[in-house]
């Protein structure tokens, strides 16, 4: 079946340190990818829409300098977290919807993300 | 924007026990899905259902969608330690039926089955 990879898993860096997130999808191709931001315990917020050859689509009150959306490729979508914080801190998930009726997003194992 | 309101949003229960989640809406979905997530992973679907009235059935889980396609429930029978996770539903509000849009995501139910 249809397979997204994301990385790192785990990331723990210094407050001020730009971090990158990659999300592949390993054997089919995703014009369309979403980004999500999870808290401990509770659902999945959407960030933003990742669209291949044009700018990415954020949500309401998603800062779109702090948070750097670059889709270059047909299999490749990127989350750049500038000069993260600790309020930064959280766990983010990547996923590529389905192709065909009703089928389901394919989603990332996600990244653990620990400003200190 | 959150359609989709589970409830309960946290169920802690012993072992052996029954439970339903709900998710409920007031908009019509062309398909809905459950999926379980356990903690540093991501979510990992268990069943869509596309059909108003529909009932599926994974072993120990079952899953319907309301006859109107605005709401679904979920009922685990005799719920184990292992049941334990965040339960999400998902909703494709494209009357179409999924043509790459986003899902819209359920509030989320954290389950913990105590042994």
């Known amino acids: 079946g249809a397979v997204v990879s994301q990385h790192p898993s785990w990331v723990i860096c210094k407050s001020g340190t730009s971090v990158k997130i990659e999300c592949r999808s390993l054997?089919?191709?995703?014009?369309?990818m979403f980004w999500y931001r999870q808290f401990p315990k509770q659902s999945l917020m959407l960030m933003a829409t990742?669209?291949?050859?044009?700018?990415?689509?954020?949500e309401q009150g998603v800062e779109k300098d702090k948070f750097l959306i670059n889709h270059a490729s047909l299999t490749l979508s990127t989350l750049t977290v500038t000069s993260a914080h600790p309020e930064d801190s959280s766990f983010y998930i990547c996923s590529a919807p389905g192709t065909g009726l009703n089928q389901p997003q394919h989603f990332g194992d996600g990244t653990r993300l620990s400003i200190l | 924007t959150q359609l989709l309101e589970q409830s309960p949003q946290f169920l802690s229960i012993q072992e052996g026990e029954n439970l339903t989640v709900y998710c409920n809406s007031s908009s019509v979905f062309s398909s809905l899905q459950w999926y379980r997530q356990e903690p540093g992973e991501g979510p990992v679907l268990l069943v869509t259902?596309?059909?108003?009235?529909e009932v599926k059935k994974l072993k120990r889980l079952t899953f319907q969608f309301g006859d109107a396609r605005k709401d679904s429930s979920l009922h685990i029978t005799a719920a184990q330690p292992g049941d334990t996770g965040l339960y999400l539903c998902a909703g494709d509000p494209t009357t179409q039926g999924n043509t790459g849009n986003q899902f819209y995501f359920g509030t989320g139910t954290s389950l913990t089955v105590i042994p």
């Open positions: 990742s669209n291949e050859g044009s700018k990415a689509t954020y």
């Open positions: 054997d089919f191709q995703a014009t369309t």
């Open positions: 259902v596309v059909t108003g009235g």
